[in-house]
């Protein structure tokens, strides 16, 4: 079974760095890119960016590069998002998924719930 | 706002067919990129429901069915069911915004 494995909720300060995972198992890891999709409270999908983990290519949506950086670990099937600079605006629902050609997301992983309060 | 519109809700009584559009423009849906279609039921993860604008994953009843047509893509249900009740998102590439774009999502209601 495809899964994907995220790492659990997070309450950090503004300003804080912070760095969460997303473990693929069940499938060619080095395959399929990996996407990372933000959900703010009560609102929609937003893409932030996507990631290649057989050669690292990463692609980040306008809306996000700079203010993230997506990485991935082959050796141990692990996908990352990262931030040096936290907001209260980061304050969100992160889910990683896997992607296929034509950008489709399948599976999801559970959600990643990072929550930025003084 | 979002490139892609959706409408906010729809509903439909048990049994019922409800059909969700996804608007685009010629930078997305009508330059040909393709069109999928999620679920996310309350408090889970999405799940992809439709992929290349008609296509079902294994395990996706055929009650559910994509279509699209020039701008614009649809996600029709048949059959409706109370677990259907859900947030539906469509998603395509724009070339203008070089980026991955979902629909603002429609909250299906179910009688």
């Known amino acids: 079974e495809v899964q994907l494995v995220r790492s659990g909720a997070e309450v950090k300060k503004p300003g804080e760095s912070l760095k969460i995972s997303c473990k693929g198992s069940g499938y060619s890891f080095t395959s399929y890119w990996i996407g990372w999709v933000r959900q703010m409270p009560g609102k929609g999908l937003e893409w932030m960016g996507v990631?290649?983990?057989?050669?690292?290519?990463?692609r980040y949506s306008p809306s996000f590069q700079g203010q993230v950086t997506i990485s991935a670990d082959k050796s141990i099937s692990t996908a990352y998002l990262q931030w040096s600079s936290l907001k209260a605006s980061d304050t969100a629902m992160y889910y990683c998924a896997r992607s296929g050609a034509s950008y489709w997301f399948d599976p999801w992983g559970q959600g990643t719930l990072v929550t930025v309060s003084s | 706002q979002s490139v892609l519109t959706q409408p906010p809700s729809v509903s439909g009584a048990p049994g019922q067919r409800v059909t969700i559009s996804c608007t685009g423009s010629?930078?997305?849906?009508?330059?040909?990129?393709?069109v999928h279609w999620y679920q996310q039921l309350p408090g889970t993860a999405p799940k992809l429901l439709i992929y290349?604008?008609?296509n079902r994953p294994s395990g996706v009843p055929d009650r559910f069915s994509g279509s699209k047509s020039g701008t614009s893509a649809s996600l029709a249900i048949t059959g409706l069911r109370a677990e259907d009740e859900a947030d539906y998102y469509c998603q395509s590439y724009d070339s203008s915004l070089s980026d991955l774009v979902f629909g603002g999502g429609t909250k299906l209601t179910v009688l």
């Open positions: 010629s930078s997305n849906i009508g330059a040909g990129y393709d």
């Open positions: 290349g604008h008609t």
């Open positions: 990631i290649y983990p057989g050669d690292s290519d990463t």
